[in-house]
């Protein structure tokens, strides 16, 4: 008896993995009762400062095809070379720096000469100056978009660290590989590894260099073996962000104004007449081009491929938002993409629904943390610190929002007898759901508790 | 010995179960040996109408990447407003209505004045008018285009049940979720709960501010809790469909023709100037607009982003055949699209073809019935009945055909050579073949017996 | 205790099954650390020829999305006309041969009279002359595309075996079914069956006329019912290449030039008028069309959307190379597209680094393998033999590459400071690696020895 109980206990264990295996097949990553503010999961520590990565299995980040960074460079910090198989948006949340992007198959436009200083002597006595590609000053607010494929470096020359957080879109067609972020290093390495990859586990990340063998780079870059050897950075333990040692000389344009940081960027009238000279960093900090802007309440700012049109190709975009203490974003939801927010600074309380009319999110979230807005879920922000401000990507380059609130929602669409009908209210009630809120956006609210039970 | 065969006999389960899965890690859900014409799997029930569903994960729907619902809206019965994870084409089988979109970001354009009548006296006085969105006037054969994101709503103007399916592709880019179905209610609720739903079982589906905190609400839409409240329809059990007391007086222009449903459509020149006026409906049932048409067999209309540009946001088409009793369509597949083939009146014999050049489907569909034609499957139509009418959803904005026999066919094309050595016929069959049907699409055929076992 | 123990080791065995499925949830097939040279897994032989086909599921072709396979169509074969789920890019690597493809909708063009000799005599005395679609002479290079759905045959009019190559892209949005290869035959049929089928083991594959019913067959071309069951091909165990018994007298205009193979390709101004006429073909093998040319290393051609508008709608791209021994072409990676490489003649060292800086490819490849180069991968291909030749199909209609050396290489785009200080390197070193090379894609090198155990 026994032992035909333990069968049947297995024929049970069996029928119930069996199950649980069939249930899953059908990909359900976005069937999200509960949602959380995601905090990094691993931290790559470097000499020049950290990567600071969040989990792209965790299923609300799964089901939105983000994979998310933070980096830290410290001052003198620089970010060695680096591409990824798939598109990316990158934010400055904090300090000033230098930004390098090399173009497949682009020529070098800056050039050493005497008119700009640094670095002049060394070329002059040696007899041959130095070219790169453009090289973009950096500041809070910037927002650069990255091709696939395209290797990009960040220089610290503030005296603060250098903050950016990236979200990499994994699921559109940019990415031809699977869903997983590969950073591909063309300089540096990583000794800690990566530990998302479940077959691999921890190991050592070197630069792409180190796979090939130290002949064939001697025979492409026509150098010796000794210098080849030197490329594959095997016995440098100072992972992607390296200490720069002495100046960092490179040919730049002065900035314009003395303060850095505040020099008016170039707008372009959107024509940009090839891909070597595509516009790719937008900031979205200037209140005066806000797309919304109450002086009491806050501003909201939107980079999508109308004004940067390189996003066309990644099909991606981003909201900066930047709201005062009870300032309240309305209930919204995402019309045509997943979003990605993540609060730069402050702190605000958010409600969020799900497509059963469940809350699924009903926190405060402060500085430093993330949260996945999957398309259609309604999401309300309301301001509890004397500041909230964070930056959401979206998976679309033309992201669009509908709110349930406000003078261009959808209740204001709808006609008096759907609401009336809908709700069962009189149509007094009706007007005054469809018009007391006159604001689109933002609106002024008083203090509220939070974080209630569900109701 | 018991034991040892009674484990032996578990490791043989195991291997097998183990093998099953792995067999199946490489998707194969278009590995269709045989077809079926499917009915929905579930019944919402509301006050005012039902919604049937088709279980989207059924093999075929699940290669087809739709999602199928009928809706049947009862005389007053108003649909309240929903809104998709995916882009939707909606087909009138019966009845007449009134459909309203809320566009994202639009202004309303509807508004009332005394000349328009209804609602006149309740607005002067309160001294405030309503005003709303665009409202259309939906009859048998027209063909709505929803993207993903915009809340839409149906009323039964009529005394009829107003009879809706639609098609909403789970599968291309305009839903960014995982492949399923998510309908999010403005208004209403559904008690039944859906049945797809393998994690959460059956519960009760309430609206989307059902999930806000009513102090929120209150505050966002500057009404008082109660209000709140009513808006969450938490008492509420008529589900998504209700009955509307008393007239349904929205503001919309007067039919122009008497008889209502008769109204010459407007026809725009296909350049539309905003997103907020942007077409969204063809109509599909006049056979003064067929693409084919022969008064003794029947005529197809289509409509695709050439006749309808909102469909090349939306990734669909839809074709509408009509044909009479012993008209045949000729064999044909899909070049580049899935179809989805609802019978909306009489009856027909099918047969479909799979790769292997088996026969998957031999079977008579009649009213009510739906059938998936994947890409690249040949399939015939042979009207059994008087007449046999059917509306087919295609998931590409521009879904070419490619026919077996006729004027433009295949067999055309081929040079008399190839198909002498292909079916080692003499060049005089072969001349038969090729050019005995001088028709493209649609060829009378006599009465046929089917359904018999496959060759 | 024995029982116990046993009922431990398989709750062991489960957990590990589980666990092992829980691991491979998330799709990993990129997650590539060593690469294989490929050689077909299954040879379908027919009367006329054979098809090799590679296996798409090795995880190196599941990861790139491609379908592979290999024509050899021996001298008065036909390969009968068959379409695909997908959208294909073909290559001819020997011979010479005509094609023909069916364009759905398009009328035939090609029509015979007493201007062009064969068939005259059968056509009058019939009192009816063929009509066809338009037939192409293929010669070595020339590079087709075909969009999915559309028939395509092949006829090898020359006196040596007819090779093509085709890679079909089975991850983008032409194949609407699942990710397998599904060819439908017109005619012929293949006794041997697919290999990789799964659900259905080995059985027949027959004609798509092999599924409807003769009567509807006989109904639907308005023939008898034993041409009908001819067309079925049921006794016809040929396979899907058949041998054309007497002269295949295709309507067709002659060539301009003697030796047929050598006409001048009618270049096109990149405005097609119309579907029906849109160019289809190029040929990559003419070196005064080449890309990168240098007389001493070899060329480089490309065909892109740009030169093959058609390719947009596919989007396919591909890369022909051509380098004589001991060219080497400069470490480089695919920026936004993976590529299938097959090597038509010749051999070459290869060596491929992965995005953990691990060599995942260090071999000799030879004529008639095939190499799979993910994106991001970097890749170096030198030519051991006296001439190299290779077919890299990639996919995206506008496939980017970046080189690590050369002139417009990511070295020689980053400022020397970058390059210091990330390699530890000095200035003088710096320089040496940033512009010793001043090629853009091919260099020379000495021999070397190859294989080696990774670094």
Same mark, same amino acid.
Do not use: P, T, V
């Given at each position: 008896m026994g032992r035909v109980s333990s069968i049947i206990s297995f024929s049970l264990t069996l029928l119930i993995l069996f199950n649980g295996y069939t249930a899953q097949q059908w990909p359900n990553e976005c069937q999200l009762d509960q949602l959380n503010a995601l905090e990094p999961s691993q931290i790559i520590k470097s000499e020049g400062g950290r990567i600071e990565v969040w989990d792209h299995h965790a299923p609300q980040l799964r089901c939105s095809g983000f994979a998310f960074e933070r980096f830290v460079i410290e001052p003198q910090g620089l970010y060695l070379p680096t591409f990824l198989n798939a598109g990316k948006l990158t934010f400055v949340v904090h300090g000033r720096g230098l930004m390098g992007r090399v173009i497949p198959g682009c020529a070098e436009t800056f050039m050493e000469s005497p008119v700009f200083g640094e670095g002049q002597g060394q070329g002059q006595s040696q007899g041959f100056r130095d070219m790169h590609q453009k090289v973009e000053h950096l500041r809070c607010g910037d927002t650069i978009a990255t091709p696939s494929g395209v290797a990009q470096w960040f220089y610290n020359n503030g005296n603060e660290p250098l903050i950016l957080v990236a979200a990499a879109d994994l699921? *559109? %067609? *940019? %990415? #031809?590989?699977?869903r997983n972020l590969r950073p591909f290093l063309i300089a540096g390495n990583n000794p #800690? /590894? #990566?530990?998302?990859l479940q077959g691999r586990k921890q190991q050592k990340q070197n630069n792409? $260099? *180190? /796979? $090939?063998a130290p002949e064939i780079l001697a025979q492409a870059f026509k150098i010796n073996v000794q210098t080849a050897q030197q490329l594959q950075s095997q016995q440098d333990n100072r992972g992607n962000i390296v200490k720069v040692k002495g100046p960092f000389g490179v040919i730049r344009p002065p900035l314009r104004r003395g303060e850095g940081g505040q020099q008016p960027q170039e707008k372009t009238n959107g024509l940009e007449e090839t891909l070597c000279t595509m516009r790719c960093t937008e900031n979205l900090d200037d209140p005066s081009d806000a797309d919304v802007y109450k002086p009491s309440l806050g501003y909201i700012s939107t980079v999508n491929s109308y004004n940067l049109p390189i996003l066309r190709l990644l099909r991606l975009s981003a909201l900066r938002g930047s709201i005062r203490k009870n300032a309240m974003v309305l209930p919204q939801w995402n019309v045509n993409a997943n979003a990605a927010l993540y609060v730069t600074n402050g702190k605000a309380h958010i409600q969020m629904v799900n497509d059963n009319g469940e809350r699924v999110f009903d926190q405060e979230i402060s500085s430093g943390q993330l949260l996945v807005v999957p398309q259609g879920f309604s999401v309300m922000k309301h301001a509890t610190g004397e500041q909230f401000e964070w930056i959401e990507f979206k998976t679309n380059e033309n992201a669009q929002i509908n709110t349930l609130a406000g003078r261009t929602s959808v209740m204001r669409g709808l006609p008096l007898e759907v609401v009336t009908n809908g709700y069962q209210i009189s149509p007094e009630e009706a007007r005054r759901v469809k018009f007391s809120t006159i604001e689109t956006t933002l609106t002024h609210s008083s203090p509220m508790s939070y974080g209630r039970p569900r109701a």
């Open positions: 699921a *559109n %067609n *940019n %990415n #031809q590989l699977d #800690q /590894g #990566q530990e998302w792409i $260099f *180190n /796979g $090939f």
